[in-house]
Nanobody
Framework: QVQLVESGGGLVQPGGSLRLSCAVS????????MAWYRQAPGKERELVARITTSGRTDYVESVKGRFTISGDNAKNTVYLQMNSLKPEDTAVYYCNAVVYTTNTDYWGQGTQVTVSS
């Protein structure tokens, strides 16, 4: 079992920055990939960024150059640094963990990010 708890969301002006954190507990060693998704009102949930245990990262085109996903194994935490935020980044952001051996997805409860002046 894996438990995920997000934090760091909030209200920020356009052009500002936020750092989201995802604290991982449980069978951390079993995780193969971590990711951040987001879901805006009336839209489907979309993959924002992901990182594998080898450190490989991928980003959706709309956030490339602005967002950075990283992990701290000592703290069992995954981060999403978001810079140059735009109103279209407004969404609930979810942390996700995938365990390949059991083909299981784990999700956090989500954290709201609102970009508005």
């Amino acid at each position: 079992q894996v438990q995920l708890v997000e934090s760091g969301g909030g209200l920020v002006q356009p052009g500002g920055s936020l750092r989201l954190s995802c604290a991982v507990s449980g069978s951390f060693f079993s995780i193969n990939r971590m990711a951040w998704y987001r879901q805006a009102p009336g839209k489907e949930r979309e993959l924002v960024a992901r990182i594998t245990t080898s450190g490989r990262t991928d980003y959706v085109e709309s956030v490339k150059g602005r967002f950075t996903i990283s992990g701290d194994n000592a703290k069992n935490t995954v981060y999403l640094q978001m810079n140059s935020l735009k109103p279209e980044d407004t969404a609930v952001y979810y942390c996700n963990a995938v365990v390949y051996t059991t083909n299981t997805d784990y999700w956090g409860q989500g954290t709201q990010v609102t970009v508005s002046s």
